[in-house]
């Protein structure tokens, strides 16, 4: 199994049980998340409650609704960036990532940041902010949107800010 951490924070926030489409010349990876349904469990013991004289007991087991990634990954979400915030966001990101990554990755990360920038400012409204479970300031963010009008959010990653770690 493969881990994909945060560069900067060493948080882990993928993994490849969940695959990716690259975007935006590499620089973007865009992973589908799903909401599910955790602790609720609906057992069927075949007992019909009216026949037994007594009435469903109605018992509330919490379910609460999920999406996928945030709660494998514990991402923690963030307020949301106007456009001022996220350019001042991605400076500080490239001021920080550029010089951990190597020769023809870091070439790459310089020519096409700024395309993957503009396609995410071109959605600003729509995302929401996550970061990884240290919380770090300086960590990577990954945003979600609903593409489409979809039921589930599409998560994006930043490709090279992940390191791959084999589990």
């Excluded at 349904?37 to 087991?61: F, H, L, M, R, T």
């Excluded at 929401?128 to 960590?139: A, I, P």
Aim: charged share 30%; aromatic share 12%; glycine share 8%.
């Amino acid at each position: 199994m493969l881990v994909y951490q945060d560069f900067l924070s060493g948080d882990e926030l993928l993994s490849d049980s969940f695959p990716y489409r690259e975007i935006e010349n590499g620089m973007l990876w865009e992973v589908d998340g799903k909401w599910v349904v955790q602790g609720a469990v609906d057992v069927d013991i075949g007992a019909n409650p009216s026949a037994e004289g007594g009435e469903d007991e109605g018992v509330d087991d919490q379910a609460v609704k999920v999406v996928d990634i945030v709660d494998t990954f514990r991402l923690q979400e963030q307020p949301p960036f106007d456009k001022k915030q996220f350019v001042a966001y991605i400076k500080k990101f490239i001021k920080l990532l550029t010089p951990k990554l190597e020769g023809e990755k870091q070439e790459e990360f310089k020519k096409n940041i700024e395309g993957a920038t503009k396609f995410l400012l071109s959605k600003i409204k729509e995302l929401q902010f996550f970061v990884g479970e240290s919380m770090h300031d300086d960590g990577c963010l990954v945003f979600a949107y609903y593409k489409d009008g979809a039921a589930d959010p599409t998560f994006l990653y930043f490709a090279l800010a992940l390191k791959e770690v084999k589990c």
